[in-house]
């Protein structure tokens, strides 16, 4: 259980981390286990991610546009169900991507907090959606570099956009993880420990997280 003084809001329950298609036994288990996201699964979680805010996920929110910002991936969308992601498809684009880059593995959806949560705040209540561009593939469970997007402002803006992978589930060297380790509480993030020497910094209150600020 949380110690003293950790608000009940953010006590970990057994029900709301549960969501179908994923296995997990507990909001602990989930928190160390890759998820196993069933192919209908992906689309329900693009569909809302996409309508939990105004601004569709494929752009920033809660951090500068243009800065780094990490996640990790729950689910890969095919070709098929990003031409079926409506207004976010017409998004992508808007931004000068090209119907031909827009195959199986090019847009994902990402956590930026662990693990569960009610639907509004917790880890799919803040998911992320972004651009995987053209040879570059990443899979469930990977940490991620995102650079995030800009909206349109007189330009084409752009979108969430992949830079780089920066830690697999099966890498030797571990230096990302969900902090504070304390698997009860869902609403920790991602810290690794280059992050400060790479000149990131930790954004505080309700949606505390670690960026890497526009050049």
């Given at each position: 259980?949380?110690?003293?003084?950790?608000?009940?809001?953010?006590?970990?329950?057994?029900?709301?981390?549960?969501?179908?298609?994923?296995?997990?036994?507990?909001?602990?288990?989930?928190?160390?286990?890759?998820?196993?996201?069933?192919?209908?699964?992906?689309?329900?979680?693009?569909?809302?991610?996409?309508?939990?805010?105004?601004?569709s996920r494929?752009?920033?929110?809660?951090?500068?546009?243009?800065?780094?910002?990490?996640?990790?991936?729950?689910?890969?969308?095919?070709?098929?169900?990003?031409?079926?992601?409506?207004?976010?498809?017409?998004?992508?684009?808007?931004?000068?991507?090209?119907?031909?880059?827009?195959?199986?593995?090019?847009?994902?959806?990402?956590?930026?907090?662990?693990?569960?949560?009610?639907?509004?705040?917790?880890?799919?209540?803040?998911?992320?959606?972004?651009?995987?561009?053209?040879?570059?593939?990443?899979?469930?469970?990977?940490?991620?570099?995102?650079?995030m997007g800009?909206?349109?402002?007189?330009?084409?803006?752009?979108?969430?956009?992949?830079?780089?992978?920066?830690?697999?589930?099966?890498?030797?060297?571990?230096?990302?993880r969900w902090?504070?380790?304390?698997?009860?509480?869902?609403?920790?993030?991602?810290?690794?420990?280059?992050?400060?020497?790479?000149?990131?910094?930790?954004?505080?209150?309700?949606?505390?997280?670690?960026?890497?600020?526009?050049?």
């Amino acid at each position: 259980m949380p110690g003293p003084g950790v608000p009940d809001q953010n006590r970990s329950r057994t029900h709301w981390a549960y969501t179908p298609g994923v296995t997990a036994t507990s909001t602990a288990a989930k928190a160390s286990t890759v998820w196993k996201v069933q192919p209908s699964i992906i689309a329900i979680a693009i569909m809302l991610t996409s309508c939990a805010t105004s601004v569709s996920r494929l752009y920033p929110y809660h951090v500068p546009a243009d800065s780094l910002r990490l996640a990790e991936v729950m689910a890969v969308a095919t070709r098929d169900q990003i031409a079926g992601m409506g207004s976010n498809y017409d998004l992508l684009l808007a931004s000068g991507i090209k119907p031909s880059e827009l195959t199986d593995g090019s847009v994902a959806v990402a956590r930026t907090y662990c693990c569960g949560g009610p639907s509004w705040a917790g880890e799919q209540g803040q998911a992320m959606l972004f651009y995987v561009p053209s040879g570059m593939k990443v899979d469930v469970g990977d940490i991620v570099e995102i650079r995030m997007g800009r909206l349109p402002n007189g330009d084409r803006g752009r979108v969430n956009t992949l830079t780089r992978i920066r830690q697999k589930p099966g890498d030797g060297d571990q230096s990302c993880r969900w902090d504070p380790p304390n698997p009860a509480l869902w609403e920790r993030i991602l810290y690794c420990d280059w992050m400060q020497q790479e000149g990131w910094v930790k954004q505080t209150g309700v949606f505390s997280t670690w960026y890497k600020p526009p050049p």
